[in-house]
């Protein structure tokens, strides 16, 4: 598979009167044409911003460095014409919440068309039968009559299929798609991420999911990056980061799914402590406070995102993740090398590859 969308060191920063904050701090991502990556982490770890930076969405005061590349091209300083050639088109999202992104005061037929009437020039007419017929492939039982309604007089499940027709009107190669489904009921939860699924298949658009429900990954994603604290601190193929997750973080969001296969517990467990404030990052691990395997170089230095041997996960280990070791843990290779193959297991942990055979520290 080759790469669509490739995010090196990107950084948001939003300058505050007595600090920086720090929404997004060094996070690397790889999309790749076709698959569907799950973005996962807690609430304030930087996924809406890192979404919003790849659009050229995010707030004026904000500061962007790093490197996002689509199809090869920098999408960082890119002029707003420039990007208006790629957002909508190229990549579309699907926002949180489809109330505060759908014009009110319009009607849904004339905010589908639009879309059509932009990115692919459509006329008035041409429009409202893409937008008709987007309307359908969202399976909306009277797309007629949705035409005319406005956006108040949908359940929120109509509307989440209504900013879904929205993205895909302009056939994008890349759908953005954040919490899509977090403000909705289980059943609905499901119906939409089975519509993801299915269009995803008819249109071959990769998809960068967004969500904090290990869950919904499980139920769509080929690949799961975690992120935490404006990082990304584990990246692997979906089977290997549910059954063999390896950062500590991971690990801890694991332990706090309720089992199926075990009696219910009194109390759901729980991560202790709280995520950094983006505005006071540490200098070393950020997760250093909560982990139960943190050692003294964890509040000083910072992993880097490596290469996990992955040997034990049953995932082939590729020439290039041979290739340099710079790093402490021995046997790591640099994430940065090209040709980075998408089933590589990668996290940011010193334990490198004895985190199966530690115990966790005393609390
Ligand atoms: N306009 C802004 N000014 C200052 N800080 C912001 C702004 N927007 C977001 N942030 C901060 O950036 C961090 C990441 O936000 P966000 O990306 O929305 O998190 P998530 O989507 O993971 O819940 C949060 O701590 C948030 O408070
Ligand atoms: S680097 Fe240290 S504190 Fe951070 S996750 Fe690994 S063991 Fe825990
Ligand atoms: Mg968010």
């Not at 890192?50 to 996002?68: M, N, R, V």
Request: hydrophobic share 40%; net charge positive; charged share 20%.
């Amino acid at each position: 598979m080759s790469e669509l969308l490739d995010i090196r060191g990107l950084a948001v920063r939003f300058p505050g009167a007595r600090c920086l904050v720090q929404a997004v701090a060094g996070a690397d991502l790889r999309l790749a044409e076709g698959e569907c990556l799950g973005l996962v982490g807690e609430s304030g770890c930087g996924k809406t911003q890192l979404l919003h930076s790849i659009l050229g969405l995010s707030p004026p005061q904000a500061q962007i460095a790093g490197s996002i590349r689509y199809r090869g091209e920098e999408i960082v300083g890119l002029a707003p014409r420039a990007l208006e050639r790629i957002r909508g088109r190229r990549i579309a999202m699907v926002f949180q919440d489809p109330m505060t992104a759908l014009n009110p005061c319009r009607r849904i037929g004339a905010q589908v068309g639009e879309v059509a009437r932009v990115h692919l020039r459509a006329s008035r007419a041409e429009a409202e039968r893409r937008a008709l017929s987007m309307l359908e492939a969202v399976q909306i039982a009277d797309p007629q009559r949705c035409l005319r309604q406005y956006p108040h007089e949908l359940s929120g499940g109509m509307r989440q299929r209504v900013m879904i027709a929205m993205a895909l009107i302009g056939e994008p190669d890349v759908l953005l798609a954040d919490e899509p489904t977090t403000a909705l009921d289980v059943t609905v939860q499901a119906q939409i991420l089975a519509l993801l699924r299915d269009l995803r298949a008819r249109t071959g658009a990769a998809v960068l999911m967004v969500t904090h429900d290990l869950g919904v990954i499980a139920e769509i994603a080929d690949r799961v990056a975690v992120m935490y604290a404006g990082r990304i601190v584990e990246q692997a193929p979906v089977e290997v980061i549910l059954s063999h997750p390896r950062h500590p973080y991971t690990e801890a969001l694991q332990r706090c799914l309720p089992r199926v296969d075990q009696p219910p517990p009194q109390r759901l467990p729980s991560i202790p402590g709280r995520p950094p404030s983006p505005s006071a990052l540490p200098p070393g691990c950020p997760f250093a406070p909560r982990c139960l395997y943190r050692m003294p170089m964890c509040d000083t230095q910072m992993p880097t995102l490596c290469e996990v041997s992955a040997a034990a996960d049953g995932v082939r280990q590729t020439p290039q993740s041979q290739q340099s070791a710079p790093d402490v843990g021995g046997g790591r290779s640099s994430q940065g090398s090209r040709g980075t193959s998408q089933a590589q297991h990668l996290k940011a942990c010193w334990h490198e590859g004895a985190l199966g055979r530690l115990a966790p520290a005393p609390p």
